[in-house]
Nanobody
Framework: QVQLVESGGGLVQAGGSLRLSCAASGSIFRINTMGWYRQPPGKKRELVATITSGGSTNYADSVKGRFTISRDNAKNTVYLQMNSLKPEDTAVYYC???????????????WGQGTQVTVSS
């Protein structure tokens, strides 16, 4: 199996910053795209940002210029630096990894358990 463990969530005032981390472990042969999604209270899960193994990134319009996604391929870890946080960024943030396991024929998508980010006004 592949396990994803997120960390770095918490409570912050509007205008503040947080850095989320997500470490993947298990019988991993290769991780392709990694990303962050979020689910605000009472709403559906939505894309925040993704990053390929080569470093190409994609962002939701609502976070462009404020959030930065990065990864350390050697550590199978993805990060999300969140600056200029707004109350509407309040959500549970989930990590995603598209991974090929050792000995398995195809890539599967894995999800973390989520970490709460709360931005107070």
């Amino acid at each position: 199996q592949v396990q994803l463990v997120e960390s770095g969530g918490g409570l912050v005032q509007a205008g503040g910053s947080l850095r989320l981390s997500c470490a993947a472990s298990g019988s991993i042969f290769r991780i392709n795209t990694m990303g962050w999604y979020r689910q605000p209270p009472g709403k559906k899960r939505e894309l925040v940002a993704t990053i390929t193994s080569g470093g190409s990134t994609n962002y939701a319009d609502s976070v462009k210029g404020r959030f930065t996604i990065s990864r350390d391929n050697a550590k199978n870890t993805v990060y999300l630096q969140m600056n200029s946080l707004k109350p509407e960024d309040t959500a549970v943030y989930y990590c995603r990894a598209d991974a090929l396991r050792i000995g398995m024929p195809e890539e599967l998508r894995y999800w973390g358990q989520g970490t709460q980010v709360t931005v107070s006004s």
